[in-house]
């Protein structure tokens, strides 16, 4: 519910405000549309961006483990062991939509994901592999963002 106001006299026309509360069904979010979910303050989809925001690993670990399953893909790694190989290779860094970007790939195209069968590589690098699966990728050695080239 919009409340006006009047808010002060303006070359002698009274301006108006519109209160900037928003309707108790909407998310608390600011700028977000969305209705909250029952019982909540925020929406689906701000509650999911804060938890990627405040838990990275966490989220890329549940992701990978959540697309495994839908693909039918056995999944084996704990979460320690995946917060080990993060910090190893900077996956979640690194990870994104570019070429150049790292995904996780398993050496073993027949395995399970577990911590011995998983390195990451580029995208470039994972799709050539994806479609010859027998080519033998070496493993990218880690490196940093923030150094020169």
């Known amino acids: 519910m919009y409340v006006e106001a009047e808010y002060g006299k303006m070359a002698g026309v009274a301006a108006k405000r519109v209160c900037s509360r928003k309707s108790p069904e909407l998310c608390a ?63 979640h860094e690194l990870k994104g939509r570019d070429p150049d970007s790292m995904t996780i790939d398993r050496r073993d195209p027949s395995g399970p994901y577990s911590y011995d069968n998983i390195r990451p590589l580029d995208h470039y690098s994972n799709s050539i592999r994806q479609d010859n699966p027998d080519l033998s990728v070496p493993s990218p050695e880690p490196f940093d963002k923030n150094e020169p080239f």
């Open 29 to 91: 979010t600011p700028f977000c549309r969305n209705k909250h979910a029952a019982q909540k303050r925020f929406c689906n989809t701000c509650r999911k961006r804060r938890y990627r925001e405040n838990n990275p690993i966490k989220y890329l670990y549940d992701n990978l483990r959540t697309h495994a399953r839908e693909r039918g893909k056995g999944f084996e790694i704990t979460f320690e062991e995946f917060q080990k190989f993060c910090a190893e290779t900077k996956y």
